[in-house]
């Protein structure tokens, strides 16, 4: 640590004992980031923001209970009295699970398998403000940037509408009047457009779109 630069306080969220204890053996190793606490829980991590006041928080997307890592970051960003910045670290790339966390709020998102270098210089960059991101997923926002952004149809409208309130799809196809196997097809071109592949994960994009009331 250099004379004039106060170490990188970081806080780790992820569900996982066994990875937050690597996580922060690896960076006590770094002599410029010191590790104020650990959270297993997005709500956990909450409480300690606010109490530690750390720079940067290290968020895994998926957490086993309460809030997801994309939740916990919108609250914390859109907190006035949180001035951390948070960094995802995970192991999913999906378009969905990116697009998701950045209009979150996240200041970087990096993928578990980056080199610890990797890992420190983007720490450094995520608690001074400025964006930090794995190569594949670098590759992964430019390509999105240059793709046109998906419309959906009327009909598919009605159907992500139907997804938001937990309707199977034979009840979605008595909605509406189709078939089951017209539901089908339009949710294979919906979970297409918005890069899902699951219904949860449609709606979650839909809703960061506005593409749901």
Avoid at 49 to 75: C, H, N
Avoid at 100 to 113: H, N, P, Q, S, W
Avoid at 181 to 207: E, F, M, N, Q, S
Wanted: aromatic share 2%; hydrophobic share 45%; proline share 5%.
């Amino acid at each position: 640590m250099t004379p004039d630069r106060a170490p990188v306080r970081i806080l780790v969220c992820d569900d996982h004992a066994v990875v937050r204890a690597g996580l922060r053996a690896l960076l006590d190793s770094a002599p410029d980031i010191e590790v104020v606490g650990e959270a297993g829980s997005g709500e956990e991590a909450l409480a300690l923001v606010a109490k530690l006041d750390p720079d940067v928080v290290l968020m895994d997307l998926q957490l086993s209970e309460g809030i997801d890592g994309v939740e916990t970051t919108r609250r914390l960003t859109s907190s006035p009295g949180v001035r951390a910045h948070v960094l995802v670290l995970t192991t999913y790339d999906t378009d969905a699970d990116i697009t998701r966390a950045i209009e979150a709020g996240a200041t970087g998102y990096l993928l578990k398998a980056e080199r610890p270098d990797e890992l420190f210089a983007a720490i450094h960059a995520a608690a001074e403000g400025r964006t930090a991101l794995s190569a594949p997923v670098a590759g992964r926002v430019m390509a999105g940037l240059r793709r046109p952004r998906p419309t959906l149809t009327d009909r598919e409208r009605d159907i992500l509408a139907q997804l938001a309130l937990g309707i199977g799809n034979r009840d979605i196809a008595r909605a509406l009047y189709i078939s089951e196997a017209t539901v089908k097809t339009h949710l294979r071109r919906i979970y297409d457009k918005l890069g899902v592949d699951t219904r949860a994960g449609a709606v979650a994009v839909a809703k960061e779109r506005r593409l749901l009331p």
